[in-house]
């Protein structure tokens, strides 16, 4: 049995940094591709960014584009979202994924994390 765990998420104020990560077990992470995805209180979940399995490639939503940054460590089975000049409008719960394509639509993945809350007061 596959399991994610995302860390890394807490209340910061504007402007400040997280580093989340997503650590895997039970299966090899590198058979997939990662990705973040977030959901707000009342809102849909949402896309943040995907990673290709060699790392090479890499996919965001336009909102975060320059602020955040997706990595992967195959060698450690961890995934990671690092988190820039957060806006209180990024506070979500964020959840890691893994499936095989790296695609925007939360149905085309297979395995997903229990998310870690991240809360930017202004």
């Known amino acids: 049995q596959v399991l994610l765990v995302e860390s890394g998420g807490g209340l910061v104020q504007a402007g400040d940094s997280l580093r989340l990560s997503c650590a895997a077990s039970g299966r090899t992470l590198s058979n997939y591709v990662m990705a973040w995805f977030r959901q707000a209180p009342g809102k849909e979940r949402e896309f943040v960014a995907a990673?290709?399995?060699?790392?090479?490639?890499?996919y965001y939503v336009n909102s975060v584009k320059g602020r955040f940054t997706i990595s992967r460590d195959n060698a450690k089975n961890t995934g990671y979202l690092e988190t820039h000049s957060l806006r209180p409008e990024d506070t979500a719960v964020y959840y890691c994924a893994a499936g095989r394509g790296a695609t925007p639509s939360p149905d085309e993945y297979l395995l997903w994390g229990q998310g870690t809350q991240v809360t930017v007061s202004s």
């Open positions: 990673i290709d399995r060699s790392g090479s490639s890499t």
